[in-house]
T-cell receptor, first 115, second 112 residues
């Protein structure tokens, strides 16, 4: 148990569906992240929030829309996805962005399949 | 930009010692971290090096040489449960970004 919980663990959706991924952290951290993990590729950073403000957006397609209503919750809203978006989506949190170690605590991920 | 290189796969037997290397290219440098991820699980933090030298945590050690832009993770007394993927990650601090970049990961397979 890492203190970061993601739901759902598995999701199958069609290209015309709209769904949301949820992440909750119980660690009192100020920074939260969304990553995409595809087979044989590095972890791809998608979005970063610090104190509920988005501080990084790595050229992610607009069909992915993040939301951070408070420092404990992070959502990733999905709509009109493509089959190549099928991947493991990982949420992480860290104390903040400036500590030298910046230890990231990851959730177990949502395995997304787009049909 | 940043880039990291690590081997895609390493195999070893139980009880052995294995070293997973990581070389990096960054504009600045704020430390090298290592994470472990079992199949179907979350990546978990293992070790961090901000300065040159060796950091030891039980059976795992991590080494950094900033002049060589190189580090490694050393796993001793290997156990079957050590079979997992291991990722190195660096933070370069460039442009005020303190967010780590991860390598592709090394799949460690431990045989009986």
């Amino acid at each position: 148990e890492t203190g970061v919980t993601q739901t759902p663990r598995h999701l199958v959706m069609g290209m015309t569906n709209k769904k949301s991924l949820k992440c909750e952290q119980h660690l009192g951290h100020n920074a939260m992240y969304w990553y995409k993990q595809s087979a044989k590729k590095p972890l791809e950073l998608m979005f970063v929030y610090s104190l509920e403000e988005r501080v990084e957006n790595n050229s992610v397609p607009s069909r992915f829309s993040p939301e951070c209503p408070n420092s404990s919750h992070l959502f990733l809203h999905l709509h009109t996805l493509q089959p190549e978006d099928s991947a493991l989506y990982l949420c992480a949190s860290s104390q903040d962005l400036v500590q030298s170690k910046n230890i990231q605590y990851f959730g177990a991920g949502t395995r997304l399949s787009v049909l | 930009g940043q880039s990291l290189e690590q081997p895609s796969e390493v195999t070893a037997v139980e009880g052995a010692i294995v070293q997973i290397n990581c070389t990096y290219q960054t504009s600045g440098f704020y430390g090298l971290s290592w994470y472990q991820q079992h199949d179907g699980g979350a990546p978990t933090f293992l070790s961090y090096n901000g300065l040159d030298g060796l950091e030891e945590t039980g059976r795992f050690s991590s080494f950094l040489s900033r002049s060589d832009s190189y580090g490694y993770l050393l796993l001793q007394e290997l156990q079957m449960k050590d079979s997992a993927s291991y990722f190195c990650a660096v933070r370069d601090g460039g442009g005020g970004s303190y967010i780590p970049t991860f390598g592709r990961g090394t799949s460690l397979i431990v045989h009986p």
